[in-house]
């Protein structure tokens, strides 16, 4: 494996319908150091401003991990604010990217879903996942909290949905759970299934208004115009309590494990 490779990316691949399908990989059960997060929020907005793209898919590479969230590595490195404070912005960017996109996003869940993984299957549009799509926020139990993608969370699965979440820390709340909340549209059994269900909505959409849409996305986005300042200030929170003893041990006895 070469070295980009092995640091993680983003790839898209759009056809000649309009489709634009986005995938990020990382080794490390595709979690987001920096420069993935850096280019995932570039491209979604590349894509947003691209008129030959009428509509988006998210997924992943991988067959059981969607995302593993936060790069620990990087979690471990953070010495000082404003390095905190630039690395959650970069979760606060992607969230923000995929809401102000003027183009719908489809979102595809394979499996399972820590900390911001949960945030990004709550900031696309619509949402399938597999029966192996568990998600959990993990961040509490790690010293901090699920400040920046805590917005996004709760705008789908209500307070109590995401108080849930974010307060049972270390606990994985099942695929069937999150669709019953709507975090998920769809679940099935496996992953082929669930491209099949993807391809279909997808052909529908493509055939759709993109004007309607474009209206229809900015409905339901109401009410977050004020999210730029407040993940900004979200960031700042999570960049400060990571910088806490308690937080860099409890990061690596997580990944001692």
């Known amino acids: 494996m070469n070295q980009a490779i092995n640091q993680g990316g983003v790839q898209v691949v759009t056809d000649d319908r309009g489709l634009a399908t986005v ?13 993935v997060l850096a280019k995932l929020a570039e491209t979604i907005t ?24 936060a790069s620990f590595d990087e979690l471990i490195a953070i010495e000082d604010l404003p390095t905190g404070k630039v690395f959650f912005s970069g979760f606060a960017n992607v969230i923000n990217a995929m809401r102000t996109c003027p183009k719908l996003i489809i979102g595809r869940v394979q499996g399972k879903a820590v900390g911001g993984g949960v945030g990004l ?14 998600v959990k926020l993990s961040e509490l139990a790690v010293g901090i909290g699920p400040f ?3 917005p996004a969370v709760e705008r789908k699965l209500g307070l109590s949905g995401m108080t849930d979440l974010a307060i049972n820390a270390t606990e994985w709340r099942s695929a069937q759970w999150a669709h019953e909340r709507g975090l998920y549209n769809d679940v099935f059994d496996d ?10 909505l997808a052909s529908k959409l493509l055939s759709s208004s993109s004007d309607a849409m474009r209206g229809l996305k900015r409905v339901f986005w ?17 960049g400060e309590l990571i910088l806490s003893q308690a937080a860099k ?3 690596n006895a997580f990944k001692s494990k």
Not at 23 to 35: I, V
Not at 121 to 126: F, G
Not at 191 to 200: S, T
């Open 23 to 35: 995938e990020f990989f990382h080794p490390l059960s595709n979690s987001l150091p920096g420069k």
């Open 46 to 69: 590349a894509l947003g401003e691209d008129d030959a793209v009428k509509l988006i898919v998210l997924k992943s590479a991988g067959e059981r991990a969607f995302c593993a969230g």
């Open 121 to 134: 299957a709550s900031s696309v549009d619509y949402c399938f996942a597999t029966k192996h799509a568990a």
């Open 148 to 150: 920046v993608v805590g």
């Open 191 to 200: 992953a082929h299934a669930m491209d099949v269900a993807v391809e279909a």
């Open 222 to 238: 109401e009410g977050t115009e004020h999210w730029d300042q407040l993940l900004a200030e979200r960031a700042a929170v999570s």
């Open 249 to 251: 041990d409890a990061i």
